[in-house]
């Protein structure tokens, strides 16, 4: 079934979602709501996109109709540490994706696993004060249909849990546990988010590389950067960039 407005908008329960912008193809969602006016909440999905894009300026393969290819307006206070927004999207697409399923894995800042596999990923992307939250889930393609060649291999939920969950009650309970999140982030801040981020932590413990740096992941810090201790045994707080593991489950 195609996430039309009519399928979708009577299922909406919050602020998020409205208005809800929906087209049947697009060249990214990130792009319809890129220097927007719209409120915050404003949401736009397509059924298949000509130029998704990636963290790290990679792309975002889609097969049409098989995904959940979302973006979402947020107009985050002036002066909040907006990057941390990389998280509190993260962890809702985690609690999204495992209803009723064990608990998916965060591979810090945002990317999303079950068994291993990476079912979805989360593109911030900051303009004018408005933050664009773009996210893809891989819903139902099959072993030929996902990308090759990442950091982590990629799944889908039909592929990892052996079904796929219908997609707009899967949008409609994001775009809620997003709300939820994003609204006590900003109550808050990281602080009442950080135990269920932290028990996602597939990095911990495990040797890893990132922007330079070298040596085993730890925690995940109060102010969302993920905590290293290098081979001297000295620490160092790693602010962005892509983390290369061995192996995750
Ligand atoms: C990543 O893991 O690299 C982030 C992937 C983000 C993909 C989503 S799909 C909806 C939105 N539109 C895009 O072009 N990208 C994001």
């Not at 300026?57 to 290819?69: C, F, I, N």
């Not at 927004?85 to 697409?93: I, K, M, S």
């Not at 004060?129 to 139902?140: E, F, P, R, T, Y």
């Given at each position: 079934m195609l996430l039309t407005p009519d399928a979708v908008e009577p299922l909406l329960r919050g602020r998020f979602g409205r208005p809800y912008l929906w087209s049947e193809s697009c060249t990214s969602t990130q792009n319809v709501l890129r220097g927007s006016v719209l409120p915050e909440g404003a949401v736009a999905v397509t059924e298949h996109q000509t130029s998704g894009r990636?963290?790290?300026?990679?792309?975002?393969?889609?097969?049409?109709?098989?995904?959940?290819?979302?973006?979402?307006?947020?107009?985050?206070p002036a002066g909040t540490p907006t990057q941390q927004?990389?998280?509190?999207?993260?962890?809702?697409?985690a609690e999204s994706v495992e209803q009723d399923r064990d608990a998916a894995g965060i591979k810090w800042p945002n990317d999303v696993l079950l068994e291993g596999r990476k079912v979805a990923g989360v593109l911030?992307?900051?303009?004018?004060?408005?933050?664009?939250?773009?996210?893809?889930?891989?819903?139902?393609?099959?072993?030929?249909?996902?990308p090759d060649g990442g950091a982590v291999p990629a799944g889908s939920l039909l592929g990892v849990t052996g079904s796929a969950p219908d997609r707009a009650a899967l949008l409609v309970s994001l775009l809620e546990i997003v709300e939820?999140?994003?609204?006590?982030?900003?109550?808050?801040?990281?602080?009442?988010?950080?135990?269920?981020?932290?028990?996602?932590?597939?990095?911990?413990?495990?040797?890893v590389e990132v922007g330079g740096e070298a040596g085993t992941a730890g925690s995940i810090a109060a102010d969302g950067r993920l905590t290293l201790e290098r081979d001297d045994g000295s620490t160092v707080l790693v602010g962005s960039g892509e983390v290369q593991a061995q192996q995750l489950d």
């Open positions: 990636g963290r790290e300026g990679r792309p975002w393969q889609d097969v049409a109709g098989k995904s959940l290819l979302v973006s979402l307006l947020l107009r985050p927004l990389a998280l509190v999207a993260g962890l809702a697409v911030l992307e900051a303009s004018e004060g408005a933050v664009v939250c773009g996210i893809g889930v891989n819903v139902a393609q099959v072993e030929g249909e996902l939820h999140r994003y609204d006590a982030w900003r109550r808050s801040g990281l602080a009442p988010l950080l135990d269920e981020l932290e028990s996602r932590n597939v990095l911990r413990g495990r040797r």
